[in-house]
């Protein structure tokens, strides 16, 4: 006996639909999708080019040289599909997601409600246009999910399938459409072209030679296929957004009216079990400013840190990027942590607990950028490398201060260990030969004589042992900022390592190795 009577909805070259989404713009273009150099979704305009899923990168842009290859972004589909299942959901909900551009939902109840199948598949598809502006839906209903699948790709925009009539809708077609490489190879090989001749061969016959999977692949080829509709739970709603009328020109007003919708909003993640450690804030402005910042905590988020987040934010954004009144206020969490995880011990968490709350508290007082901790940045130089980063924010992934990323090579850099005191500003030093005389070096980067007595104001040490020059030639294209020095590690008499670097003539101790 087959399974449910379903309705499923197939938006071809989804890939490039999602792109177009996410980008807000249009993909009327010749536009490929590719993975492992083989196109996996296409645009209509490259379709009429010759170019189909499955080709090799080299020969579609062969048959259409205007191509325009974009990669494939697994997390950027199933974002954008989340908008058209709940548009769906909107009118019935109970949806499957099959995959990101198909879905399926049973077809009795809604099509019941709406007159007849036809007429669903028509309200869904306009509703997907209407919300979304998709235009490339496809709807197949039939006895069972395969079935169903197979009638979508055969509709234009739609194709029913009678009650009881799968197996001779899905008999014509050739036995690839099972989704199976090995079994598509082999069964042709055996006089097996279509899914009729295999429905035809006894289930018994199959099951001894393909095993379990040929005979559930003969149960979908006979058009009996018992799988139902299992519709997805929704997630849980936990953005909250607030509108003020009229609007609040005070930051004081603005974060005494948020409070109630904070509340709620953290008590909408206590009841999913969820915790937020990174929080998205957007306020909006009577002229149509839009300010968004994301926060993060080095525990999870409470109302009265949400609150202060809102304040900082405003003080912030006030005459610079926000010029009137405020008009409404959203509230999301982008990372959010199973609760039990931040659950207190039968003792507490020990000193990490104290200590964040004694820094949270002074944070309150002082303001966002009152508290702060070091981080290493990135960068050649290592005064530049010594990053500030306000408590319970964190550098973006891979990235240092600003300009200078972490995860970049930097040829020149000081290796570990590193030195335990850089000074802020270069201290002036002086670096003499045995005879007295400067240490300089040549164009060919070769020493004077070597270092053996080492300056550092009235102090004169003795030079044990050194070793360098490591050139440092940064940004020769730049000017005003093109630097070129040499460094060199020194040991002096008392046993203390010295990081110097030559410019030019002059000598500087960029730091201490304490």
Not at 67 to 78: N, W
Not at 379 to 397: I, M, T
Not at 431 to 442: E, R
Request: overall charge negative; charged content about 20%; proline content about 8%.
């Amino acid at each position: 006996m087959g399974g449910d009577r379903c309705l499923v909805l197939w938006f071809p070259g989804w890939a490039v639909t999602a792109w177009a989404m996410s980008e807000g713009t249009d993909p009327a273009a010749p536009i490929a999708v590719v993975a492992a150099n083989r196109v996996v979704a296409c645009s209509p305009e490259a379709s009429a080019e010759g170019v189909v899923t499955g080709m090799r990168k080299r020969e579609a842009q062969s048959r259409c040289p205007n191509l325009a290859v974009l990669a494939v972004d697994e997390a950027r589909d199933v974002r954008e599909f989340s908008a058209v299942v709940d548009c769906i959901e909107r009118l019935s909900p109970g949806v499957q997601v099959v995959r990101p551009g198909v879905c399926a939902l049973r077809s009795r109840g809604f099509a019941g409600y709406v007159g007849s199948e036809a007429e669903a598949a028509e309200v869904l598809l306009e509703a997907v246009v209407t919300g979304l502006g998709v235009t490339t839906g496809r709807v197949g209903v039939a006895d069972g999910l395969f079935a169903a699948l197979q009638a979508a790709y055969a509709g234009d925009p739609v194709r029913i399938v009678p009650a009881g009539g799968s197996p001779a809708f899905l008999a014509p077609l050739p036995v690839s459409r099972l989704g199976d490489e090995s079994l598509s190879a082999l069964l042709p090989r055996l006089g097996v072209h279509t899914l009729g001749d295999f429905a035809a061969l006894g289930g018994d016959a199959v099951r001894d030679r393909f095993g379990q999977h040929g005979q559930r692949l003969h149960t979908l080829a006979s058009g009996l296929d018992p799988s139902r509709v299992q519709p997805r739970v929704p997630p849980p709603e936990l953005t909250r957004q607030l509108e003020f009328e009229p609007p609040l020109a005070l930051i004081d007003q603005v974060a005494f009216t948020i409070k109630a919708t904070v509340e709620d909003f953290i008590a909408g993640l206590t009841a999913a079990g969820l915790a937020c450690t990174e929080l998205r804030v957007e306020i909006t402005g009577e002229l149509d400013e839009l300010v968004a910042r994301s926060w993060l905590t080095p525990g999870v988020f409470e109302a009265a840190a949400v609150i202060d987040r809102v304040r900082w934010q405003l003080q912030a954004a006030a005459g610079s990027r926000l010029h009137s009144a405020v008009t409404g206020v959203r509230l999301e969490p982008v990372v959010v942590d199973a609760l039990a995880n931040h659950v207190p011990g039968l003792f507490g968490s020990g000193t990490d607990e104290r200590v964040h709350h004694v820094l949270s508290r002074v944070q309150g007082m002082l303001g966002h950028d009152g508290v702060v901790t070091p981080r290493i940045g990135g960068g050649r130089w290592l005064a530049e490398r010594q990053v500030l980063v306000a408590w319970g924010d964190r550098p973006s992934v891979g990235q240092g201060s600003g300009e200078a990323p972490v995860a970049r090579p930097w040829p020149g850099m000081v290796p570990d260990p590193l030195p335990a005191s850089v000074f802020t500003e270069p201290r002036p030093v002086q670096v003499l030969a045995a005879d007295g005389s400067p240490v300089t070096l040549d164009e060919r980067v070769r020493l004077s004589g070597p270092p053996a007595v080492l300056r550092d104001g009235d102090a004169r040490l003795r030079v044990l042992n050194w070793a360098g020059p490591w050139p440092v030639d940064e940004r020769a294209w730049d000017p005003a900022r093109h630097r070129c020095a040499s460094r060199f590690q020194v040991v002096d008499e008392a046993g203390t390592g010295w990081l110097l670097v030559l410019q030019g003539a002059r000598w500087w101790a960029e730091a201490r190795y304490d």
